[in-house]
């Protein structure tokens, strides 16, 4: 399988969130055009990932002394979310380059950054090869990296759902030390003993390539491994900012079947014959149908937008009650948003008609999308620590997760 390994050409720098935002309007209109297409055919979106690292975005959270626009969890928030209401698996892939750009500037050396950060600039993509199969929970890591004499690593293990992998032209591994420390080894995609496999499956978010990763006796130097370990000993945002990113995948979803719907409602379909009206879109229990689910999705989208910003203020302000409350806030806008994005791909055949279940409509989509990706992590815990935390002020675990 080929794999990436350096960008064709340079991408141009984004200088501030504003730029940002523009740049992933006018992507997310592009990548909104063939959307359907690429779903159905199970196309990668190849093109669209080189052109989206061109664009800059992928360097937006590189931090200002090392050249980025060092744009704000809210502004990143809305950028993903734009380009999942286009195109969530496009927007999925880079989902985990962010996270692991996050993890350089926690935890890595000052050369570490430097150089980690000028890859980034220069247009290149993290994926990831985090979640296994087999092991007792999915907070097991198997993956070991030993010690060489000579200094070195050596990386062994397998690794599943690894999106971005196949697109990367680096690959963010996390695994066990010799003393069962969490560390990431950020290892070239073309390393010899690296492995990535195309063998993605889901039934939803089907081309977004996250299929899986093997490692054999994959020798990483030592200045390119950090310590992640380190992260969960102190109040950490880590998981706060992945979520908030899945739950801006949600969102996008859940407003892209309401746009999807209304076109087909305005366009194809036909009124009910009780309902005395000319057209679908004059039937007055679809306009009512199509105001609950516009509240629905204007809720999720504000929530999305408060946690984002509760991320901000507690990165400002880090303590653990800020961070615990940026998590709450998150998981609460993450639980939301699941249910908003899972309603909204089935609701729009009910609003839609008998047509909109046709297979050239593939209108099915946002449905397998939202049920495949809100997967991802159980809702009902995010409410349970909500709950801890609205009852008893109980903060939430220190996780990747929250």
């Given amino acids: 399988m080929t794999i990436a390994t350096r960008p064709d050409a340079p991408a141009r720098v984004v200088r501030d969130g504003e730029e940002a935002l523009a740049e992933a309007e006018r992507l997310a209109e592009w990548f909104a055009t063939e959307a359907c297409e690429r779903d159905a055919d199970r196309r990668l979106?190849?093109?669209?990932?080189?052109?989206?690292?061109?664009?800059?975005?992928?360097?937006?959270?590189?931090?200002?002394?090392?050249?980025?626009?060092?744009?704000?969890?809210?502004?990143?928030?809305?950028?993903?979310?734009?380009?999942?209401v286009a195109d969530p698996n496009i927007a999925q892939i880079p989902h985990s380059h962010f996270v692991y750009v996050n993890v350089l500037r926690e935890n890595a050396t000052e050369a570490q950054r430097r150089f980690f950060f000028a890859e980034v600039l220069a247009g290149c993509r993290f994926g990831n090869a985090q979640a296994e199969r087999g092991t007792r929970t999915a907070l097991d890591i198997a993956t070991r990296l030993t010690r060489a004499s000579d200094g070195c690593f050596v990386l062994d293990g397998a690794k599943h759902y690894a999106t971005g992998a196949l697109f990367a032209h680096w690959?963010?591994?996390?695994?066990?030390?010799?003393?069962?420390?969490?560390?990431v080894a950020y290892v070239p995609a073309g390393a010899p003993g690296v492995t990535v496999v195309d063998n993605w499956e889901g039934m939803g978010q089907r081309t977004t390539?996250?299929?899986?990763?093997?490692?054999?006796?994959?020798?990483?130097?030592?200045?390119?491994?950090?310590?992640?370990?380190?992260?969960?000993?102190?109040?950490?945002?880590?998981?706060?900012?992945?979520?908030?990113?899945?739950?801006?995948?949600?969102?996008?979803?859940?407003?892209?079947?309401?746009?999807?719907?209304?076109?087909?409602?305005?366009?194809?379909?036909?009124?009910?014959?009780?309902?005395?009206?000319?057209?679908?879109?004059?039937?007055?229990?679809?306009?009512?149908?199509?105001?609950?689910?516009?509240?629905?999705?204007?809720?999720?989208?504000a929530l999305l937008d408060s946690a984002a910003r509760a991320v901000d203020d507690a990165r400002a302000h880090l303590t653990e009650e800020t961070a615990g409350a940026a998590s709450v806030a998150v998981a609460a806008a993450k639980?939301?948003?699941?249910?908003?994005?899972?309603?909204?791909?089935?609701?729009?055949?009910?609003?839609?008609?008998?047509?909109?279940?046709?297979?050239?409509?593939?209108?099915?989509?946002?449905?397998?999308?939202?049920?495949?990706?809100?997967?991802?992590?159980?809702?009902?815990?995010?409410?349970?620590?909500?709950?801890?935390?609205?009852?008893?002020?109980t903060l939430p675990p220190r996780t990747g997760q929250l």
Avoid at 49 to 66: F, K, N, Q, W, Y
Avoid at 171 to 183: E, F, H, M, T
Avoid at 225 to 245: D, E, S
Wanted: with cysteine; proline share 4%.
């Fill in 45 to 84: 979106p190849r093109g669209e990932i080189d052109v989206l690292s061109g664009s800059g975005l992928l360097a937006i959270t590189v931090p200002r002394e090392h050249g980025g626009a060092d744009v704000d969890v809210r502004t990143l928030a809305e950028v993903i979310r734009r380009l999942a």
């Fill in 171 to 183: 690959i963010s591994v996390l695994a066990k030390d010799d003393d069962g420390r969490l560390q």
């Fill in 209 to 301: 390539a996250s299929g899986s990763v093997r490692l054999h006796q994959v020798r990483v130097p030592a200045d390119h491994v950090v310590p992640h370990h380190l992260t969960f000993t102190r109040p950490q945002l880590h998981g706060a900012l992945a979520q908030v990113l899945h739950a801006a995948i949600d969102v996008g979803i859940a407003r892209s079947a309401l746009r999807d719907a209304a076109e087909f409602v305005r366009t194809r379909s036909r009124p009910w014959a009780d309902a005395g009206v000319e057209r679908a879109c004059e039937d007055p229990l679809t306009i009512q149908r199509f105001g609950e689910l516009e509240v629905r999705v204007r809720a999720a989208e």
């Fill in 335 to 393: 639980a939301c948003a699941d249910g908003a994005a899972v309603e909204l791909g089935s609701a729009l055949f009910e609003v839609c008609g008998t047509r909109s279940a046709a297979e050239e409509a593939n209108l099915h989509r946002h449905w397998r999308n939202a049920r495949t990706h809100t997967l991802h992590d159980p809702v009902r815990w995010k409410v349970q620590h909500i709950g801890r935390y609205a009852l008893n002020g």
